[in-house]
Nanobody, 116 residues
């Protein structure tokens, strides 16, 4: 079974930065479609950024120009670099993976709070 573990969340002031990491239990990051989602209390889970196994990247309009998704294939890790954070970015952030054989896995989530 593929296990995903997020880390890097925390409390930051508006305009600050955070780097989220998603560690994957198998060496399949490079061949899998992966993404970062977030969910605020009382709201639906939304896609923040996704990266296809072939390399294509998608960002939600709300984070374009501020967030960067990338893969570290050597470390088998998915990264989300978040810059110029806003209070509206406050949410639990989840890592998602779709394996080549169709399995969909979710991490447990990491809390991001943007507040002064």
């Amino acid at each position: 079974q593929v296990q995903l573990v997020e880390s890097g969340g925390g409390l930051v002031q508006p305009g600050g930065s955070l780097r989220l990491s998603c560690a994957v239990s198998g060496s399949i990051v490079s061949i899998s479609t992966m993404g970062w989602y977030r969910q605020a209390p009382g709201k639906q889970r939304e896609l923040v950024a996704g990266i296809i196994s072939g390399g294509s990247i998608h960002y939600a309009d709300s984070v374009k120009g501020r967030f960067t998704i990338s893969r570290d294939n050597a470390e088998n890790t998915l990264i989300l670099q978040m810059n110029n954070l806003e209070p509206e970015d406050t949410a639990v952030y989840y890592c998602n993976l779709r394996a080549p054989w169709g399995l969909i896995s979710w991490g447990q989530g990491t809390q991001v709070t943007v507040s002064s």
